[in-house]
């Protein structure tokens, strides 16, 4: 059951009339069987597996807490053995095949052997997700920043909440562990906002993603039947897609929550806006960001012990994100990009401020923030060829060769050859100009949402129907259509 669909809708409807008309004193409950049934449909079996981890995440907290003040030797081995038990957890799972090809690469590099075993473990639903909030919980526990929970069907629920189990935001039980305790009467104004949050989610997803993928896919496929300028568009477009399927997909489950009065964190804000690398971590993919800030970071040291040691924190944590987003070494490769072009940032600074000072460069200008937006958005562009293309032999090619300009292939026609009628690519290129509208509002503190609440009542119920119609019309929609891929789900 995947948000891009029929049967979410009727799920969703279904679960919200409940929630709503029942008592209060009971609504987690129902949440949490919607939940495990929401589950259940998307990962079959292993729901039997999420239900252990929850076991494992509430028996830890309790042990810790009951030992926190006088046995605090005992409640950090508890942390630390229930925090190896659920990363081994992770790492059989997705890792396994992973370390398995390596090692197979490395003896056949050496002529070792002939043959390697091949395992073939399917990955549950979500594990990357709901595994870091269980560890993230009992992080908190242990910090005393919040309290054990005692109610194992609260705290399952936090775990297995359905609208951000397959791909979050990465929740902190601080914020909705209280949520699910005084749950919120019904509000217009609550589902007003969470269907227009839905509605820009659908959006993103189907009208621009979707269509993206189409052309990225073709031209990943056999890179070197293109030139360079349909090779660097791909890249970009890559870098949209990735960007509206992500968002698209956080909006929706944040609108989802919000229609029934629970609060997700915001997850993206304006991020190709940014102009900085270290921003750019700022505003994408915020819950994970903010993860690893708060449980590997800066417990690393952070800043605390150093110059070269901050450094050296700032390179492990993205190489533990790239590994976290997949299991292959293009991943990773994409993660210390990331953490080179903030290694570099800093090392930099002085001599970008010197030159500042010796060109008397307003830093105010609105050419010295553009000039900053584009430098960053390229380099995201140039990390995003490693996490989008299937070996490093294509990375590199499409790297090598985009940069073989050859403008002709704007105008010839070759943009209608890439399994896009003309019509689709007129409409998505369209819909990006609106993209990046809504963005640049967005970082100047103007919401559309709050925009379109505030116009009269005709002209606000003229665009709700105009925008619905548009999304369902013109969405990519019916036979043959795989809904089921969101990219994050599979991480």
């Known amino acids: 059951m995947q948000f891009v669909s029929l049967q979410f809708l009727a799920f969703l409807m279904g679960t919200i009339f409940i929630y709503f008309i029942i008592p209060k ?26 239900i252990a981890v929850t076991l494992v995440t509430y028996g830890a907290g309790l042990l810790i807490e009951k030992n926190i003040e006088k ?7 508890c942390l630390v ?3 190896v038990l659920l990363v081994c957890l992770l790492g059989y799972f997705k890792y396994t095949g992973f370390l398995l090809e390596t090692v197979g690469n490395i003896v056949s590099l050496f002529k070792l052997s002939d043959t390697m075993p091949v395992v073939n473990i399917i990955l549950p639903a979500g594990i990357s997700f709901y595994l870091f909030q269980s560890i993230g919980y009992l992080i908190d526990c242990y910090r005393g920043k919040i309290p054990a929970e005692k109610n194992y069907l609260q705290l399952a629920l936090f775990i297995s909440f359905f609208p951000q189990i397959t791909s979050g935001p990465i929740e902190r039980a601080g914020n909705m562990l209280p949520q699910f305790k005084e749950p919120k009467d019904f509000s217009y104004e609550a589902m007003r906002d969470g269907l227009l949050l839905m ?10 993603a979707d269509r993206l993928a189409v052309l990225v896919n073709k031209v990943y496929e056999s890179p070197s039947s293109y030139t360079g300028t349909v090779l660097f568009l791909a890249t970009i477009f890559y870098t949209f897609e990735i960007y509206c399927d992500f968002a698209g997909y956080s909006c929706i489950a944040i609108g989802t929550a919000r229609i029934m009065g629970i609060k997700i964190m915001d997850n993206f804000t304006q991020p190709y806006l940014s102009e900085s690398v270290a921003e750019f971590w700022r505003r994408w993919h915020i819950s994970l960001s903010s993860w690893f800030r708060d449980y590997l970071y800066i417990p690393l040291g952070g800043n605390r012990k150093g110059y070269v040691r901050k450094l050296i924190n700032l390179m492990i944590v993205f190489a533990v994100s790239g590994l976290w ?6 991943f990773v490769v994409w993660g210390l990009l990331h953490g080179v072009f903030q290694v570099l940032g800093i090392v930099l600074k002085p001599a970008r401020d010197k030159l500042v000072e010796v060109f008397k460069i307003d830093r105010d200008s609105f050419s010295h923030h553009l000039l900053k937006i584009l430098v960053t958005f390229m380099l995201v562009n140039i990390g995003w060829i490693f996490f989008r293309a299937d070996s490093f032999g294509t990375a590199i090619y499409v790297l090598t060769h985009m940069w073989k300009v050859a403008l002709w292939s704007l105008t010839d026609g070759t ?15 369209l819909s990006l100009v609106l993209l990046v509208i809504v963005d640049v509002l967005g970082k100047k503190g103007i919401v559309i949402r709050e925009w379109i609440v505030a116009q009269s009542l005709w002209l606000r119920w003229l665009i709700y129907i105009v925008a619905i119609i548009f999304v369902v ?3 990519v929609w019916g036979p043959g259509y795989d809904a089921a891929t969101f990219i994050y789900s599979s991480f």
């Open 325 to 330: 987003h997949g299991a292959a070494w293009t």
């Open 25 to 50: 004193k009971v609504r987690y409950i129902w949440l949490l069987l919607a939940s495990m049934a929401f589950y259940y449909v998307v990962s079959g079996k292993f729901l039997v597996f999420l």
């Open 199 to 208: 509605l820009w989610g659908y959006f993103q997803k189907i009208i621009i």
């Open 473 to 475: 019309t013109c969405g």
């Open 81 to 83: 053995l229930s925090i």
């Open 415 to 429: 943009m209608f050859t890439l399994g896009l009628a003309e019509a689709d690519v007129r409409l998505v290129i």
């Open 71 to 77: 046995a605090p030797k005992t409640a950090k081995l």
